[in-house]
């Protein structure tokens, strides 16, 4: 093959970022787009009721949001790498009883908390362990776990039950306190939320969740330890709940065998409407927390509104739908954007050299005139 | 062209003796392969030689069964591909690895990352990194856009970039310009250059020989797992390369019987597919094997699954034996006498852990039916006598296919569908991945069934096999049809011509 040495085109200045700030302004918009619903929702609501957004109520608000953002939060680091963990709710039930044994004996808050944490790292471990070694969809593999944790917290527990007179004052005034209308517990889901969002971004193990939910075989190939990055996402994911069991404990007061039953399928439902894609690589810890947000803060607003809140699930429902449409249409637009646009640049570069280095030139400007391609 | 001292320094990377399997298939059985700084090196051998699994030997995803990979003259043990970058070697895979969601940037630096204080990641170095790559590349590619709805050829500069991103002492190519047009891999060659100049070792895979006898100083040769030569590229012809890749002639390879086409089987008449393919005609006699030639990616496949009904058409229309299709419905197609064999046959062709007669059964669900039941007497009776047909070898037709090897599977898919009586028989990439021998036999059974009067649409990346088989080739580049070329004018040089769209410029 006899191959003419081309000219070197002359580089045109790229044409910065446009699929990039296309990219990101969705990405944006996404969690904006949950953002505006929220405020939308919480303004009609007041406007319809004005009691709504009194101290309060803010706080009950945050209250009920913020169990529900922690777990989230740690779901999502465990979705994004193309994985769920559905014992979470297990989880939560299974620490918020060990947390109130403990106190109730007499334990120490700050220890009761930490136990609650390291029992959520525990089941969180194993999770890890069984789906990065066990090839077995996590799926399955966690919903085998949501009943095992379950069945030995009712062994456990039985029909006893951990009430608030059972637990210090000062616990329960932490469940309840804050400052102004922010309570404690909200802040110390902030806390955590904040610090994930800024790991996944900014530390290279981080990205790495989103590369190997993106790419499961290429991030092998690209050395990335895949099993270990599984193993710290769940562990992480199973922290958060034990963290979030000891919250429960704080701000209910009130635990028995069934706490949590049911709750993995909110966390999901958040972590998807928050924008979380289900089949990993792409998401964010914010967009989850919105979506946690939005789901619980539909339970308060039906009542103030004077609906009957057996209408919360079915638009919990709908919303979760609505979510999953809208991400379905936009991946669908972005990428015959993004094709159409690597198309028109193909099509200058793939002329004969002297055309391509006359034609690299007018590729700025036709980067919007992506038709003809 | 360079000539490695052998008196100079030992081996940068070497493999001594190594012996691989995958179950009961010998993927390699004691090669040998040295590579010294400063020399391109070609790897030559078919599809199915062995190519793919040394390459992934070097690069740490597999470890060797028996001998040793050597670095610097040192032996080591790869534990994983990040292992082996670490020592490094940079590997650009055939298959674009890259991370769809993620920016073109991270996706290059992914795993080695500029850091700044505390571990975090140097967003802006990583950036400036990647503009600096592009601009070494003399492309223009947007380091922040991501990964996503990138062309095969930009998919394949990232590789590179990725690659060259840390100075890799030894660089390993598997087809990388398989998808670049001229310039590109005139460009490519040009950065090859440079870093054998500056004293990497660079091993070199490519199914277009010209390219290896352009830039390579060294061959080594695979055939059926097994070391066959390794020595320098001059004085060497085409002919001579082919002969040690191939092991026999050409022509016992491509058993083509001469034959008059008859009347129009399938008429394919401006097919479009939104985004995919675009006003796509051709036709396809009777007798006649159609080749369906193009790079990956061009839309060869996407034209079989539409006219099959597998995927919906935006317009056009499909006809076959005079009567037009129904847009997106395969059991129409199939009652009509069309016959797909799919292009992974383990994925879509194939129920891996079904038995063979059932698979091969599959089709015939609706044929070998008494009374609303399956009759089992005539599923076994069919395809035992498709199996022996074929001659597939197994060891009882209830085996499930998993424990057949490549070549026996490909048959089985065959069976499957040839049990159907087809008229018109689509094969997409019909013996990748299988053995020299089991690929002539196939090959001989495209040709009885053509001379049988059933019409082929045969596509394959293989440009030998298209060439030896088909009474005409299409091409595909980019989503249309570029050329038609009839029997007697199609060479290596005109096909990938059209492939690449150089003859349309």
Same mark, same amino acid.
């Given at each position: 093959m006899t191959v003419t040495t081309p000219e070197q085109a002359p580089v045109a200045e790229a044409p910065r970022g446009g699929g990039a700030r296309l990219v990101d302004r969705v990405f944006k918009m996404r969690e904006l787009a949950i953002l505006a619903v929220f405020l939308v929702m919480i303004a009609v609501t007041q406007a319809g009721n004005s009691e709504f957004l009194s101290e309060q109520g803010v706080k009950d608000l945050l209250l009920n949001g913020t169990i529900l953002v922690l777990v989230a939060t740690g779901q999502s680091l465990v979705v994004i790498t193309r994985n769920v963990d559905l014992s979470v709710g297990s989880t939560l039930g299974i620490s918020a009883f060990a947390a109130g044994t403990y106190l109730h004996g007499g334990g120490d808050p700050v220890i009761a908390i930490v136990l609650a944490v390291l029992l959520g790292v525990g089941f969180g471990l194993l999770n890890g362990l069984l789906v990065s070694l066990g090839q077995v969809p996590a799926l399955v593999v966690t919903l085998g776990t949501l009943y095992i944790i379950r069945g030995v917290d009712s062994i456990w527990v039985g029909s006893r039950q951990i009430t608030a007179a059972d637990l210090p004052g000062s616990f329960v005034d932490f469940g309840s306190g804050g400052v102004s209308a922010v309570p404690w517990l909200a802040l110390i889901a902030l806390v955590v939320l904040v610090a994930t969002a800024y790991y996944l971004k900014h530390y290279g193990s981080g990205r790495e969740l989103y590369a190997l939910g993106s790419n499961p075989e290429a991030a092998r190939l690209a050395g990335i330890p895949v099993r270990k990055r599984i193993l710290a996402a769940y562990t992480f994911c199973g922290g958060l709940a034990g963290l979030a069991g000891a919250m429960y404990l704080a701000r209910f007061g009130n635990v028995d065998s069934s706490t949590g039953n049911g709750y993995e399928l909110t966390v999901v439902s958040a972590v998807v409407v928050g924008g979380v894609v289900f089949t990993g690589g792409s998401g964010s810890v914010y967009g989850a927390a919105l979506g946690a947000l939005l789901l619980t803060s539909i339970n308060s607003v039906l009542p103030a509104l004077g609906v009957s809140s057996v209408w919360g699930l079915a638009i919990n429902g709908v919303l979760l739908l609505l979510a999953i449409a809208v991400d379905r249409i936009v991946a669908v637009r972005v990428a015959s954007a993004l094709k159409r646009k690597s198309a028109a640049a193909r099509t200058a570069a793939a002329q004969t050299p002297v055309q391509a280095a006359q034609s690299s030139a007018r590729t700025t400007v036709r980067k919007g005139d992506a038709h003809d391609a | 062209m360079t000539h490695p001292s052998d008196t100079g320094p030992a081996?940068? /990377?070497?493999? %001594?003796?190594?012996?691989?399997?995958?179950?009961?298939?010998?993927?390699?059985?004691?090669?040998?392969?040295?590579?010294?700084?400063?020399?391109?090196?070609?790897?030559?051998?078919?599809?199915?030689?062995?190519?793919?699994?040394?390459?992934? #030997?070097?690069?740490?995803?597999?470890?060797?069964?028996?001998?040793?990979?050597?670095?610097?003259?040192?032996?080591?043990?790869?534990?994983?591909?990040?292992? *082996?970058?670490?020592?490094?070697?940079?590997?650009?895979? &055939?298959?674009?690895?890259?991370?769809?969601?993620?920016?073109?940037?991270?996706?290059?630096?992914?795993?080695?990352?500029?850091?700044?204080?505390?571990?975090?990641?140097?967003?802006?170095?990583?950036?400036?990194?990647?503009?600096?790559?592009?601009?070494?590349?003399?492309?223009?590619?947007?380091? +922040?856009?991501?990964?996503?709805?990138?062309?095969?050829?930009? &998919?394949?500069?990232?590789?590179?970039?990725?690659?060259?991103?840390?100075?890799?002492?030894? /660089?390993?190519?598997?087809?990388? #310009?398989?998808?670049?047009?001229?310039?590109?891999?005139?460009?490519?060659?040009?950065?090859?250059?440079?870093?054998?100049?500056?004293?990497?070792?660079?091993?070199?895979?490519?199914?277009?020989?010209?390219?290896?006898?352009?830039?390579?100083?060294?061959?080594?040769?695979?055939?059926?797992?097994?070391?066959?030569?390794?020595?320098?590229?001059?004085?060497?012809?085409?002919? +001579?390369?082919?002969?040690?890749?191939?092991?026999?002639?050409?022509?016992?390879?491509?058993? %083509?019987?001469?034959?008059?086409?008859?009347?129009?089987? $399938?008429?394919?008449?401006? $097919? #479009?597919?939104?985004?995919?393919?675009?006003?796509?005609?051709?036709?396809?006699?009777?007798?006649?094997?159609?080749?369906?030639?193009?790079?990956?990616?061009?839309?060869?496949?996407?034209?079989?699954?539409?006219?099959?009904?597998?995927?919906?058409? +935006?317009?056009?229309?499909?006809?076959?034996?005079?009567?037009?299709?129904?847009?997106?419905?395969?059991?129409? *197609?199939?009652?009509?006498?069309?016959?797909?064999?799919?292009?992974?046959?383990?994925? &879509?062709? /194939?129920?891996? +852990?079904?038995?063979?007669?059932?698979?091969?059964?599959?089709?015939?669900?609706?044929?070998?039916?008494?009374?609303?039941?399956?009759?089992?007497?005539?599923?076994?009776?069919?395809?035992?006598?498709?199996?022996?047909?074929?001659?597939?070898?197994?060891?009882?037709?209830?085996?499930?296919?998993? #424990? $057949?090897?490549?070549?026996?599977? &490909?048959?089985?898919?065959?069976?499957?569908?040839?049990?159907?009586?087809?008229?018109?028989?689509?094969?997409?990439?019909?013996?990748?991945?299988?053995?020299?021998?089991?690929?002539?036999?196939?090959?001989?059974?495209?040709?009885? /069934?053509?001379?049988?009067?059933?019409?082929?649409?045969?596509?394959?990346?293989?440009?030998?096999?298209?060439?030896?088989?088909?009474?005409?080739?299409?091409?595909?580049?980019?989503?249309?049809?570029?050329?038609?070329?009839?029997?007697?004018?199609?060479?290596?040089?005109?096909?990938?011509?059209?492939?690449?769209?150089?003859?349309?410029?």
């Open positions: - | 081996p940068v /990377l070497a493999l %001594k003796d190594v012996a691989k399997s995958f179950g009961a298939v010998r993927a390699l059985r004691g090669v040998s392969l040295e590579l010294f700084p400063g020399e391109v090196h070609a790897l030559a051998g078919e599809n199915g030689a062995g190519k793919s699994t040394l390459i992934k #030997t070097l690069a740490g995803v597999h470890r060797p069964d028996a001998g040793r990979v050597l670095l610097d003259g040192e032996p080591v043990v790869f534990h994983g591909p990040g292992d *082996a970058r670490d020592a490094g070697i940079a590997v650009i895979y &055939q298959e674009p690895t890259l991370f769809p969601d993620l920016s073109i940037a991270e996706n290059i630096f992914m795993g080695r990352r500029p850091r700044r204080a505390l571990g975090r990641i140097d967003h802006k170095a990583t950036r400036a990194a990647t503009v600096a790559l592009m601009k070494r590349l003399g492309v223009d590619l947007d380091p +922040d856009r991501p990964a996503r709805g990138l062309s095969i050829a930009d &998919q394949q500069i990232v590789e590179i970039a990725k690659a060259l991103s840390f100075d890799a002492r030894v /660089l390993i190519m598997d087809e990388p #310009t398989a998808a670049l047009t001229g310039s590109e891999v005139a460009r490519l060659f040009g950065v090859v250059r440079t870093l054998r100049e500056q004293g990497a070792a660079v091993l070199f895979i490519s199914h277009r020989l010209e390219e290896i006898f352009e830039i390579c100083g060294r061959v080594t040769t695979l055939r059926d797992g097994a070391w066959i030569a390794s020595e320098p590229v001059d004085g060497m012809t085409e002919d +001579d390369l082919v002969r040690r890749m191939v092991g026999r002639d050409l022509d016992e390879l491509y058993p %083509k019987q001469d034959v008059t086409p008859g009347e129009v089987a $399938l008429s394919v008449r401006r $097919l #479009t597919r939104e985004g995919v393919f675009t006003d796509v005609s051709f036709e396809v006699r009777r007798g006649e094997i159609v080749g369906l030639a193009g790079l990956v990616g061009a839309g060869r496949t996407e034209v079989a699954r539409a006219v099959f009904g597998i995927d919906r058409w +935006d317009a056009g229309e499909v006809v076959v034996d005079g009567r037009p299709l129904t847009n997106g419905a395969p059991s129409t *197609a199939m009652t009509a006498g069309l016959a797909l064999v799919p292009e992974d046959r383990r994925a &879509q062709g /194939l129920v891996m +852990d079904m038995s063979i007669e059932r698979n091969i059964g599959l089709t015939g669900l609706r044929t070998t039916v008494k009374a609303g039941l399956m009759d089992r007497g005539a599923e076994r009776s069919r395809a035992l006598d498709w199996a022996v047909r074929l001659q597939v070898k197994y060891a009882r037709i209830a085996d499930t296919v998993n #424990t $057949l090897s490549g070549g026996n599977q &490909q048959k089985v898919v065959l069976a499957k569908w040839l049990a159907t009586g087809p008229k018109v028989l689509i094969v997409d990439e019909p013996t990748r991945g299988i053995d020299v021998g089991t690929k002539a036999e196939v090959h001989r059974l495209l040709s009885e /069934l053509a001379a049988d009067g059933v019409a082929v649409l045969m596509i394959s990346s293989d440009l030998p096999e298209i060439l030896g088989m088909a009474d005409r080739v299409l091409v595909m580049h980019e989503g249309r049809l570029t050329a038609e070329i009839a029997r007697t004018e199609a060479t290596e040089e005109s096909v990938m011509a059209a492939a690449t769209g150089r003859a349309a410029a």
